[in-house]
C-alpha cells in the first residue's frame, strides 16, 4: 500500500492495569487487530509549482513524519526532483555534525523525522547558509 502512495497504520490494542507504564510504546503487548490505509492526493498543481521553483533556481526538501516509501512513491508522482535521495531521522541522528552538515545538501526527502532530527537539519542548513522557508 505504501508503495502505491497511501499511508498505513497498524492497530492494536493492549490492556495495562497499573500506572507503571514502560519507557517507550513498543514495550506494550499489543494484540493486532489490522491495518488502516488512507489516500491523502496532492494538490492538483503541485507539478507546477515545484517546476517554477525549479526554473527559479531553488531548491527543495522534504522533511515529514511519513515512512519513506509512501513519501517516495508521492514525491515521483508529482514530479519532486532526486525523491531517491532519502535519509530518515535514526540515521540523521547517529551521524556527526560534519557528516550531517554535507548529507543534508545532497538529501531530497528526509522521513520519519521527529523534534530533535528537524532541528538537526535547520542548524546543519543554516550551518551550509542555506535560507528555509516553511509551509
Same mark, same amino acid.
Given at each position: 500500500?505504501?508503495?502505491?502512495?497511501? &499511508?498505513? =497504520?497498524?492497530?492494536?490494542? !493492549?490492556?495495562? @492495569?497499573?500506572?507503571?507504564? @514502560? %519507557?517507550?510504546?513498543?514495550?506494550?503487548?499489543?494484540?493486532?487487530?489490522?491495518?488502516? $490505509?488512507?489516500?491523502?492526493? @496532492?494538490?492538483?498543481?503541485?507539478?507546477?509549482?515545484?517546476?517554477?521553483?525549479? #526554473? *527559479?533556481?531553488?531548491? =527543495? %526538501?522534504?522533511?515529514?513524519?511519513?515512512?519513506?516509501?509512501? +513519501?517516495? !512513491?508521492? $514525491?515521483?508522482?508529482?514530479?519532486? #526532483?532526486?525523491?531517491?535521495?532519502? =535519509?530518515?531521522?535514526?540515521?540523521?541522528? *547517529?551521524?556527526?555534525?560534519?557528516?550531517?552538515?554535507?548529507?543534508?545538501?545532497?538529501? $531530497?526527502?528526509? !522521513? &520519519?523525522?521527529? @523534534?530533535?532530527? %528537524? =532541528?538537526?537539519?535547520?542548524? *546543519?542548513?543554516?550551518?551550509?547558509?542555506? +535560507?528555509?522557508? &516553511? &509551509?
Amino acid at each position: 500500500m505504501a508503495n502505491e502512495g497511501y &499511508r498505513v =497504520l497498524g492497530v492494536g490494542v !493492549t490492556e495495562f @492495569p497499573g500506572t507503571d507504564y @514502560p %519507557k517507550t510504546q513498543q514495550e506494550f503487548k499489543f494484540n493486532f487487530k489490522g491495518l488502516v $490505509a488512507f489516500y491523502d492526493p @496532492p494538490k492538483a498543481n503541485i507539478q507546477n509549482v515545484f517546476e517554477t521553483f525549479y #526554473k *527559479a533556481g531553488i531548491e =527543495l %526538501k522534504i522533511v515529514t513524519g511519513d515512512n519513506a516509501q509512501t +513519501t517516495t !512513491t508521492i $514525491a515521483k508522482q508529482v514530479g519532486f #526532483k532526486d525523491a531517491d535521495k532519502v =535519509l530518515n531521522g535514526d540515521e540523521l541522528m *547517529a551521524m556527526d555534525e560534519a557528516t550531517l552538515k554535507v548529507k543534508v545538501m545532497e538529501t $531530497a526527502i528526509f !522521513t &520519519r523525522m521527529f @523534534p530533535e532530527a %528537524k =532541528l538537526k537539519i535547520i542548524q *546543519a542548513l543554516k550551518d551550509n547558509n542555506q +535560507t528555509m522557508v &516553511r &509551509r
